[in-house]
């Protein structure tokens, strides 16, 4: 019997070692983060760049994400405050084709996905003999990133009306981490990797997914150039590296532009510590983690042929700047189609496509659906512009959603190689306006109705014009519907003093928490590419007259056909 007794007194024992190496281990460490403040390691030099104030409220006519902008000088609250971003969108929002999204069965969705990850976090918790304190998540129907989701139409991925892009950006910048991961095509590369393609590999090139506290995802890209450096000439446009402050600035130029078809992006200072290694449960993440001979925490991408430190990167020891891409709907919530470009580079070192050699190419592609019956041809100019104001050479593919058909707009996915060379102007990336400015598609150009910035199809308007209203509605070029004027015959809006495109950029800029975003020179090339279009489409009016560039006819009927181009 006194045997027996001494058992039990040494299991109580071991059950109170046991337990008091759980306390300490495992749960006091985590009660004590929870309850004190983050703080930031002291001498920081980019400390000052994480205080942000409280957001404030958008201007009355601004987009939803745009910040109020200043005193009453301020040119981008005057710029947002124009007629021309306040003409009513048309064709207007009728029912739920028009939106992207269900309501109920997203939600449904959404409820499961959370229901899901809150089993697989569990089972993680117990294999590991984990004791966690946190609550399961739960759901919340006003969380920022739902209504984005919900709030996405045929006229863009957000409304000039919506306040939701502004909570989405605070949010993104501010909620804690619950999980980080390798992207999809990043985990496609493991194991994978081709080195006979010229490509920039992964491992160049690194990006994650990061979950936060509401559940929402975004897709975080890392410093990896400093600002003022700026692209060797002597690199391909496919070896350079992917900038996360290019993918800030042409979030604020699409914006800008009135596009609304860049996620919205915002820059964060990540613990990489903290908000990556100690939350992601990817093992071969864990692994790419080290401590460097400065004391930084680094980390790099597992690719097979490319595992080397030198291609890491560190935090400041653990601070690291980076961007963060609202994730749009699930593709099993909204479908989306990825197109190749038909003005896609060449991915080699050598060799040319046709497009580069052949001055007529447009009118090939004229003749290949859906360019040949939609407003698809339209929406790539559109996106050519875009990308020569960034420099952006790398836009091989396009993404629309397939719920909003052929004359859907295209998303301006992956803007990370744009604002790598201010002092060089790309001018091939304008090829697709060059090349199609000089006559209109021929027939109609469909029923359905057109991206955000097209002249408005049938059955609203009268004119079409194959270059697009963004030298009309965004660059101030005011189209009368009876007689449409030269392109000379007015300044353009974002050319004037008042309103001029780097400066509403350089304010735009000013509310992201990694500013300065961009530097001088890099705002001061964007008036100069702005010049560049303008010079282009007045040259293709001059040479090909108005008639051939700028279709005039009555509502429903098909452009003039000018002839072979």
């Known amino acids: ?31 004590r983060r929870r309850l004190r403040p983050r703080e930031r390691p002291p001498g920081c030099p980019c400390a000052h760049r994480a205080a942000t104030s409280a957001p404030r409220p958008a201007a009355r006519h601004a987009p939803p994400a745009e910040p109020d902008g200043g005193g009453p000088g301020s040119k981008l609250r005057a710029l947002f405050a124009h007629p021309l971003y306040n003409e009513p969108e048309k064709p207007p929002l009728l029912g739920p084709e028009d939106s992207l999204l269900a309501g109920p069965e997203a939600l449904r969705y959404y409820r499961r996905k959370v229901a899901r990850w809150n089993r697989r976090h569990r089972i993680y918790k117990e294999q590991l003999n984990l004791t966690s304190l946190d609550p399961p998540l739960q ?4 969380t920022s990133w739902i209504q984005f989701h919900l709030g996405i139409s045929r006229h863009g991925l957000y409304s000039r009306s919506s306040p939701v892009v502004s909570k989405l950006l605070h949010d993104m910048r501010h909620l804690p981490t619950i999980s980080a991961d390798y992207s999809q095509d990043e985990k496609a590369l493991l194991g994978a990797c081709d080195c006979t393609q010229i490509v920039k590999p992964s491992g160049v090139h690194l990006k994650l997914v990061l979950r936060f506290s509401d559940f929402g995802k975004a897709m975080f890209k890392p410093m990896r150039q400093l600002r003022d450096e700026e692209t060797p000439e002597d690199f391909f446009y496919f070896i350079d590296f992917q900038r996360h402050n290019a993918e800030i600035a042409a979030f604020h130029l699409d914006r800008i532009l009135d596009f609304r078809r860049v996620p919205p992006t915002v820059g964060r200072l990540v613990n990489v510590t903290k908000e990556i290694l100690e939350v992601t449960k990817n093992e071969i993440l864990q692994s790419v983690f080290f401590i460097s ?84 041809l339209l929406n ?9 104001l960034t420099g952006n050479m790398d836009r091989h593919h396009y993404e629309t959603f397939t719920k ?52 408005t199809l049938h059955p609203f308007p009268s004119y079409r014009v194959c270059i697009k209203t963004c030298l009309r ?16 015959a007015g300044k353009e809006l974002l050319a004037q003093a008042d309103y001029r495109l780097s400066d509403v950029m350089r304010e ?41 560039v700028v279709a005039n006819g009555p509502t429903g009927q098909s452009a003039p056909d000018s002839g072979p181009s």
């Open 1 to 31: 019997m006194p045997g027996l007794r001494r058992d039990r007194l040494r299991t109580l024992l071991l059950l109170g070692v046991l337990l008091a190496a759980d306390l300490y281990f495992h749960l006091g460490p985590r009660v």
């Open 139 to 142: 759901l919340r129907l006003e």
């Open 293 to 376: 001979p400065a004391s930084n925490v680094c980390f790099f991408a597992k690719c097979p042929y490319l595992c080397k430190t030198e291609y890491a990167v560190c935090g400041n020891p653990h601070l690291l700047e980076g961007s963060l891409s609202a994730f749009l709907p699930s593709l099993n919530l909204a479908p989306r189609l990825s197109v190749p470009s038909p003005w896609i580079r060449s991915y080699s070192l050598a060799g040319k496509e046709e497009w580069e050699v052949n001055p007529l190419y447009c009118d090939t592609v004229k003749q290949v659906y859906p360019h040949s019956s939609s407003g698809r």
């Open 380 to 388: 790539i100019i559109d996106m050519a512009i875009f990308d020569f």
């Open 404 to 455: 909003f058909g052929d004359d859907g707009f295209l998303i301006h996915l992956d803007n990370a190689r744009g604002f790598g060379r201010h002092s060089h102007d790309e001018i091939s990336i304008l090829s697709p306006l060059s090349q199609c400015c000089r006559r209109c598609l021929a027939g109609r150009l469909g029923q359905g109705p057109p991206s955000p910035i097209a002249v």
């Open 473 to 488: 509605r965004h660059w101030g070029r005011r189209l009368s519907r009876r007689q449409p004027p030269p392109l000379s």
């Open 508 to 548: 735009s800029l000013l509310e992201d928490q990694l500013t300065p975003v961009l530097t001088e020179p890099h705002l001061l090339a964007l008036d100069r590419r702005l010049q560049t279009v303008l010079r282009t489409v007045q040259g293709c009016i001059e040479a090909h007259g108005e008639h051939s």
